[in-house]
């Protein structure tokens, strides 16, 4: 028994030649459209049992609200959405918005039919093997670039932070004594505890270090240290000895 459905696509010509193939397997095909504000509103007023909802970028927010008003106002109506290869954030999408399946854009035409089927009998519609490697990308999701500027910043104290601050902007001992209010020993030990956290062996080379990373952008502007402490000072002991 043929599957009463609408076909919604990006794409018109896409959704046109999609319902043409499923009307010559038997299928009623109400109607296919390019998605628009008013594509929720006619799925809902012809309540197909199946629609057919293709999208380009279904991990993008909002891409399956119509899904949404189409459940809310006509539950009874099963929604398969079309997609590319998705990332684990677009089926899960997908399937929150209250979709029953989940099929390739580029699925041969029986793979979209066995989905409507399935679909249309209160089955999740969707390729195993399409789910196990959206769980797997979720569960073991790529690693993400080491952000050694944020990593280097943990390894600090606020006051680590403050002399690293102002030894780039080239303070020597004394000075970095007076603008903290501390003994000059004080701050001398600060500075070999940065120099030895940061696993360089002179001012200049933890300057450099802070910059290249970001660290200095980071401390900055995360209120670990104020601007007044950044403000320039020249260059003057930014190499010179601990």
Do not use: W
Not at 25 to 34: F, N, P, T, Y
Not at 148 to 159: D, I, K, N, V, Y
């Amino acid at each position: 028994m043929g599957v009463r459905l609408m076909v919604v696509d990006d794409h018109r010509l896409l959704a046109e030649a999609l319902a043409s193939a499923l009307k010559l397997r038997g299928h009623r095909v109400l109607a296919a459209a390019a998605p628009s504000a008013g594509a929720a509103d006619l799925v809902v007023s012809r309540a197909p049992e199946v629609c057919l909802l293709g999208t380009a970028a279904p991990a993008e927010p909002g891409a399956f609200e119509p899904v949404v008003r189409i459940k809310r106002e006509r539950p009874q109506v099963a929604v398969v959405v079309l997609g590319p290869v998705p990332s684990p954030l677009g089926i899960a999408a997908a399937f929150a918005a209250g979709a029953s399946g989940y099929v390739r854009h580029n699925e041969r035409i029986e793979g979209v039919e066995r989905a409507m089927m399935k679909a249309r009998a209160g089955e999740a519609a969707v390729d195993p093997q399409l789910l196990q490697g959206a769980f797997a990308e979720l569960l073991n999701p790529a690693a993400q670039p080491d952000d050694e500027g944020a990593r280097l910043l943990q390894l600090l104290t606020p006051r680590e932070v403050e002399v690293l601050v102002r030894v780039a902007e080239g303070e020597d001992t004394r000075l970095i004594a007076a603008g903290m209010g501390i003994a000059p020993s004080t701050a001398r030990t600060h500075v070999q505890r940065v120099l030895m956290k940061l696993g360089v062996g002179s001012r200049l080379e933890a300057a450099a270090l802070a910059a290249r990373t970001g660290l200095l952008d980071r401390a900055t502007s995360g209120g670990a240290v104020t601007p007044a402490v950044v403000a320039p000072r020249g260059a003057a002991g930014a190499s010179g000895g601990v």
